[in-house]
């Protein structure tokens, strides 16, 4: 039998990575339309060349998770693949609370969030996204606060509502400087200006390079009340000031009061 070259033998490999690059590709172009997620400390800026953890931990693999992972001490955060769900719920789920038809001054709105898990008791303010898509942050001046997406449901009712928050500032950790401890299981408070107290149970967390954010996991419909935290990960450049990947949790309604 003719010997094969090195070329020859590596041609399938190549194939496949180019079918895949193709296909994420598409999908990019596809979800374009939500909004993109914001630098915790700073202006989103283009990530890097030096490779995050998360990519070192997947080199040369090219099938990510078909879900996203449950976290928890010495399980390392990948990402998942960007056409999975997002993850199934830890606890039973509560119907959402039904939502208001007022106006949006008099509109309910989150005011507080606890996370006793991770010493989280912040105010929550609101940001939304600019004319580029990116989602705004709360004020660096204020690093114990964090943003409610007010483009998104208010806590509780159907749909995924997200709140951000910065990992750190130039003076030192933020508030969601630990949200990568959280796993399935953990509980999430969020108060809201009614007086109604909702609980979310985590169901997994992800780091995902936030050039291949997952967008439609974060953003897309669900049928039931959901709660997404973002906050920045990975390695951080500073030059930019800014960092390579987020950390998403995931987490679903179980509780609510008032």
Request: aromatic residues 6%; positive net charge; hydrophobic residues 35%.
């Amino acid at each position: 039998m003719t010997e094969q070259t090195p070329m020859q033998r590596a041609l399938p490999g190549l194939l496949i990575a180019g079918s895949l690059g193709g296909v994420g590709l598409v999908m990019v172009s596809m979800l374009s339309l939500w909004p993109t997620t914001e630098e915790a400390s700073g202006s989103l800026a283009a990530a890097q060349d030096t490779p995050t953890q998360v990519e070192v931990a997947n080199a040369g693999a090219f099938v990510l998770p078909a879900t996203v992972g449950p976290g928890g001490k010495g399980i390392p955060l990948t990402p998942a693949r960007l056409d999975a769900p997002p993850p199934l719920p830890a606890v039973p789920v509560v119907s959402p609370i039904p939502s208001t038809k007022a106006k949006a001054a008099t509109r309910p709105r989150p005011i507080r969030i606890k996370i006793p898990k991770i010493k989280v008791n912040a105010p929550i303010g609101a940001v939304t996204v600019d004319r580029k898509g990116k989602l705004g942050t709360p004020p660096l001046t204020r690093p114990n606060q964090t943003g409610w997406f007010k483009g998104s449901p208010v806590p509780g009712e159907l749909g995924p509502s997200v709140i951000n928050g910065h990992v750190s500032t130039r003076k030192g950790p933020a508030v969601f400087d630990r949200l990568r401890e959280l796993a399935k299981g953990d509980q999430i408070y969020v108060y809201r200006s009614d007086g109604k107290v909702t609980r979310f149970t985590v169901s997994g967390i992800e780091q995902a390079s936030k050039s291949t954010f997952p967008t439609s996991r974060v953003y897309g419909n669900t049928s039931n009340a959901q709660l997404r935290l973002i906050t920045c990960g990975g390695v951080f450049n500073k030059t930019a000031h800014s960092y390579t990947d987020n950390i998403v949790v995931y987490a679903t309604l179980s509780k609510k009061k008032g």
